[in-house]
């Protein structure tokens, strides 16, 4: 018996505390693209019965970052190509209308999004690739809070972080992690002058940049994952 198999809710903290740890290995790149998500192997690095990462697998099929197949069990998703390219269509779309309206809502945090830039700069070199990608997460995040109460958000999560599930970060040269960061720099100028064509054309820049990294990176294979 584990310590969530008798204490009225423990399951359910079991459950969420698995579904964040599993989350964060996937998009830093620790659970890679098409490997096996074992229960019993997860319920025992956690500490919790299986019941919990049962359904912290659920959640994650539900964010788009597993799949669950017949006879096959639990894997982290994996994209081709096509796939792709049709979830940056649909980024380029969502998180446009998102920084347009960032740039005219008056709700954005320019102080947050700016000490966001601050710590990603800083982890340049050399590159902390987990952690230049969580906070890029949150940088967008930022973006899509200001540009929208709760639909919006909601709606452009799980295309925006699909993709991560390649490691496309570790794709990044020197030369393309500075135009990144440059381009969030312009993003947030943009949205301080509330400027939302500004706005909409620098993220949609900064995307199609971003699609061709992960092109690169399905042409390639397997991304490096050390750090």
Request: proline share 5%; glycine share 6%; hydrophobic share 45%.
């Amino acid at each position: 018996m584990t310590w969530d198999d008798d204490v009225p809710g423990a399951g359910e903290q079991a459950a969420d505390r698995v579904h964040a740890t599993l989350r964060a290995e996937i998009l830093d790149g620790v659970r890679t693209a098409g490997s096996r998500l074992r229960e019993e192997e997860i319920a025992a690095a956690q500490g919790t019965s299986r019941t919990p990462v049962r359904e912290a697998i659920r959640r994650l099929a539900a964010d788009g970052l597993a799949e669950i197949a017949p006879r096959r069990g639990a894997v982290v998703v994996a994209w081709d190509a096509d796939d792709l390219d049709e979830l940056f269509d649909l980024r380029v779309v969502l998180e446009g209308h998102a920084a347009a309206r960032a740039a005219v809502s008056g709700r954005a945090d320019l102080d947050r999004l700016h000490a966001l830039c601050d710590r990603m700069e800083a982890l340049r070199t050399p590159p902390d690739y987990p952690a230049i990608t969580r906070l890029n997460l949150e940088f967008h995040r930022e973006v899509h809070r200001a540009g929208g109460r709760r639909v919006l958000p909601e709606l452009v999560a799980r295309v925006v972080e699909a993709p991560l599930v390649q490691s496309t970060i570790r794709r990044y040269t020197p030369a393309r992690l500075d135009r990144s960061f440059a381009q969030h720099r312009d993003l947030v100028a943009a949205i301080e002058a509330g400027d939302a064509d500004w706005a909409r054309a620098v993220m949609t820049a900064h995307l199609r940049a971003a699609r061709e990294v992960v092109r690169d990176a399905v042409t390639a294979g397997p991304a490096p994952t050390g750090p």
